[in-house]
């Protein structure tokens, strides 16, 4: 498994721009899904953007798609999501996820697909 830490979040005026981050440790593997979720209030989690780091593939929510991009640093073993326009309905606790050797059609954004989660930063956007 391994541990996750998102960062970045905050209070940011519609149409402005945030990126988050998550950094991972603990155990190394060949390859990942990682991927960011976001829960608001009374409605449940929803994924809205997902990447496999060994291929780079990345698949995006329609919610999001032209305005958030998911990225990642190998090196640093972190993840990044730089959401830009962002709207009111963006608001919300962003979860970075991973899950170790998962291949697929494409990198999945359900919510049972991964094993290990952050703790969430906060995003709100007035």
């Known amino acids: 498994h391994v541990q996750l830490v998102e960062s970045g979040g905050g209070s940011v005026q519609a149409g402005g721009s945030l990126r988050l981050s998550c950094s991972a440790t603990?155990?190394?593997?060949?390859?990942?899904?990682m991927g960011w979720f976001r829960e608001a209030p009374g409605k449940p989690r929803e994924g809205v953007a997902s990447?496999?780091?060994?291929?780079?593939?990345?698949y995006y929510d329609d919610s999001v798609k032209g305005r958030f991009t998911i990225s990642q640093d190998s090196t640093k073993r972190t993840l990044y999501l730089q959401m830009n326009m962002l709207k009111p309905e963006d608001t919300a606790m962003y979860y970075c996820?991973?899950?170790?050797?998962?291949?697929?059609?494409?990198?999945?954004?359900?919510?049972?697909?991964?094993?290990?989660w952050g703790q969430g930063t906060q995003v709100t956007v007035s």
């Open positions: 603990g155990e190394r593997y060949s390859s990942y899904c």
């Open positions: 996820a991973a899950r170790a050797n998962f291949m697929g059609a494409r990198p999945p954004l359900t919510f049972g697909t991964y094993s290990d």
């Open positions: 990447i496999y780091t060994r291929s780079g593939d990345t």
